[in-house]
């Protein structure tokens, strides 16, 4: 029995592997954020003003994308696919 177990935890990353292929398929691969608009409250150079994004534009492997922002924000990476 221990024997099969020894056998068995080698292939175990495959799991985690696999996994990792159905983010890609499903998702794409990652992009981080270059660049983005906001609309400001009159004090655009003030790092504690609140902020108001209106679109992000995230950059990597399938180029450079801008995306409307989510609820006014905007995240540091996200997966996007290649446009066909």
Not at 47 to 66: D, I, L, M, Q, W
Request: proline letters at 4%; aromatic letters at 18%.
């Amino acid at each position: 029995m221990f024997r099969s177990m020894k056998y068995l935890s080698l292939f175990l990353w495959l799991i985690g592997a696999g996994a990792l292929y159905g983010i890609y398929v499903t998702k794409g691969l990652p992009h981080v954020i270059w660049s983005y608009t906001f609309l400001d409250n009159g004090d655009q150079h003030n790092p504690f003003a609140k902020r108001h994004y209106t679109s992000c534009t995230f950059v990597g492997p399938y180029g450079v994308f801008t995306v409307n922002a989510k609820n006014g924000r905007c995240g540091w990476v996200r997966l996007l696919k290649e446009q066909s």
